[in-house]
């Protein structure tokens, strides 16, 4: 998908990487993280496209935010399979996520210093 926005971009596509990344999870047997990953790693780009129709300039800042701690928690997941071991792991995953969290932060400074 895209659509010119580039963190509308680069969520959705992680959202998908999360999806496959997921799967290897489930594939080892490793459940427990899959479903952690996949819930907190696609919830990024739904809270960002839910950003793009907001009530207000805070509701798209509180939008934002919710998806800055779902990156935040999607790292922690990336963070224990990277160090745990018997864990697929895939630095280029945790490299995407460091951009969209870079871009998120951005804009919500940016909104909050034009308020």
Request: aromatic share 8%; glycine share 2%.
């Amino acid at each position: 998908m895209q659509t010119g926005n580039i963190l509308l971009d680069k969520s959705f596509q992680f959202a998908l990487d999360i999806i496959k990344f997921t799967s290897i999870l489930e594939d080892k047997k490793k459940f427990v993280i899959a479903n952690q990953l996949m819930r907190c790693g696609t919830s990024i780009g739904a809270n960002v496209h839910e950003a793009q129709n907001p009530e207000s300039r805070a509701d798209f800042i509180h939008k934002l935010k919710i998806a800055a701690k779902e990156a935040d928690e999607t790292e922690y997941w990336l963070l224990l399979c990277k160090f745990a071991e018997s864990y697929p792991f895939q630095e280029e995953i945790l490299e995407n996520l460091q951009d969209i969290k870079r871009i998120i932060n951005k804009i919500i400074n940016t909104a909050k210093s034009n308020a």
